[in-house]
C-alpha cells in the first residue's frame, strides 16, 4: 500500500450478487444468479465456456445493465460509487493501451485522469514486476506483461475490491506462479478477490473460495475443500493384489462398492483406505497397492456441470 490512510480493510468489500438476470435476445445468459464473495479470500469464478461469467462480471461493474436483480460491492452498485477506482480494480481482458505508449506512461495517464498522484504509477508497476519494461513501448509487450500492467492498472486506487477475468490467460508457468502469489497476498490484506477462470487445477492451488455456475445458474457455492468433500462419495480406494478375489469378496461384505479396473486393480468407494488394510489382513492378502483416490476440482466441476455445459 502506499499509505497508511485507507487500509482495504475498512468497509466491507462483500460482493452480493442477487438474483441477477440478463436476458438477451434469444439467450438467458445469466438467470436468477445469486451468490456472496467475501473479503480476504480469493474466490473461483468458475463455469464451462458460455455459462455467463463474463457477464455477470460486466453487470457487477456496469459495463452491461442487468434484466432484473442486483450486484453490490460493499453494500453499493457500481454506478453509485464514488471514485470507483479507489473501491474497485478490474481486469476484464489483456489490457489494451495506446501502442506507442510506454507502460509508465499508460499508468500515469489513467493516474492522472483518476486524480492519482504520478508517483503511483511508478508503485504498480513495481508491484507487478515491470519496472525494468517501464520505458518500453506496449506494442513490444509480451501477452503476460500486458496481462501484468493490466492488473497495474487495476491497482492504481489502491482498491478493496480485484475483479478479474481469466487473468492467468497467455502467462507462462512462471507468470502463473507469480500471479497466484500476488493475489493471494492481496487477500491476505483483507481485500476481496474475485477470479474467473476455466483453468480448475490452478483454480484449487489459488481459491479459498468457488463459485459454480452453469448455463447462467449456480450450480455450487463455497470453500473449495468443502465443495470437493460434498462430493466425498467418489472417494476411492485403489488396491492392487494377487487376491482380488478374496479381497473384493470381503469388502463387499463390509458393504463397499468395489469395481474392477482394466488392469485388475479394485477401485473401492464407501470405505476408507485403512479398513480395507484391516481386510486385507484378515483374508491374508498380499497389498502391491494402496492409495486413496480423492476428486479433485476438476472431477468435481465435471460432475457438477455434466448435462449443463455447452454453448447456448
Ligand atoms: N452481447 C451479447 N449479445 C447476445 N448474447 C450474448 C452477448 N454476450 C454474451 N452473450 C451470450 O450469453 C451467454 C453467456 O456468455 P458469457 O460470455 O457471459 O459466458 P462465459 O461464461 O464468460 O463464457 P467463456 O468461458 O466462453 O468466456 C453465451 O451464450 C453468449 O453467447
Known amino acids: 500500500m502506499s499509505d497508511g490512510q485507507r487500509s482495504p480493510t475498512t468497509g466491507s468489500g462483500q460482493i452480493v450478487v442477487s ?3 440478463k436476458q438477451y435476445k434469444n439467450v438467458r445468459a445469466v438467470n436468477d444468479l445469486s451468490f456472496t464473495v467475501e473479503p480476504g479470500r480469493v474466490t473461483g469464478f468458475l463455469g464451462p465456456n458460455g455459462a455467463g461469467k463474463t457477464t455477470t462480471l460486466r ?3 456496469n459495463l452491461v445493465t442487468p434484466t432484473a436483480g442486483s450486484a453490490t460491492i460493499g453494500g453499493r452498485r457500481y454506478a453509485d460509487l464514488t471514485d470507483p477506482l479507489r473501491h474497485v480494480g478490474a481486469v476484464l481482458e489483456a489490457s489494451s493501451a495506446h501502442k506507442g505508449r510506454t507502460g509508465i506512461n499508460h499508468l500515469r495517464v489513467i ?5 492519482l498522484p504520478k508517483t503511483r504509477a511508478d508503485e504498480v508497476l513495481a508491484m507487478v514486476g515491470l519496472t525494468p519494461a517501464a520505458k518500453r513501448k506496449f506494442k513490444g509487450y509480451s501477452l503476460g506483461m500486458k496481462q501484468r500492467l493490466g492488473i497495474a492498472a ?7 475490491v480485484l475483479v478479474l477475468d481469466e487473468p492467468a490467460n497467455g502467462l507462462d508457468p512462471e507468470g502463473i506462479r507469480w500471479m497466484r502469489g500476488f493475489l493471494k497476498a492481496l487477500a491476505t490484506e483483507g481485500r476481496t478477490v474475485l477470479v474467473s477462470s476455466h483453468l480448475l487445477s490452478e483454480m484449487q492451488l489459488l481459491a479459498d473460495d468457488v463459485v459454480i455456475i452453469a448455463a447462467g445458474q449456480l450450480i455450487r457455492q463455497g470453500p473449495v475443500d468443502q465443495v470437493i468433500g460434498s ?8 488396491v492392487r493384489t494377487p487376491q482380488a478375489t478374496e479381497l473384493a469378496k470381503a469388502l463387499r461384505e463390509q458393504s463397499a462398492v468395489v469395481e474392477v479396473d482394466p488392469h485388475g486393480a479394485l477401485l473401492v468407494a464407501g470405505v476408507d483406505a485403512a479398513t480395507v488394510g484391516r481386510a486385507a489382513l484378515a483374508v491374508q ?3 502391491h497397492e494402496l492409495t ?12 457438477l456441470t455434466a448435462g449443463k455445459a455447452g454453448i447456448r
Open 231 to 238: 462430493m466425498a462419495q467418489t472417494t476411492r480406494v485403489r
Open 19 to 21: 438474483g441477477l438476470t
Open 59 to 61: 453487470m457487477l461493474l
Open 154 to 160: 487495476a491497482m492504481l486506487g489502491d482498491p478493496r
Open 111 to 115: 493516474a492522472a485522469a483518476a486524480g
Open 292 to 303: 486413496t483416490e480423492r476428486p479433485d476440482l476438476e472431477g468435481v466441476f465435471l460432475e
Open 285 to 287: 492378502a498380499e497389498l
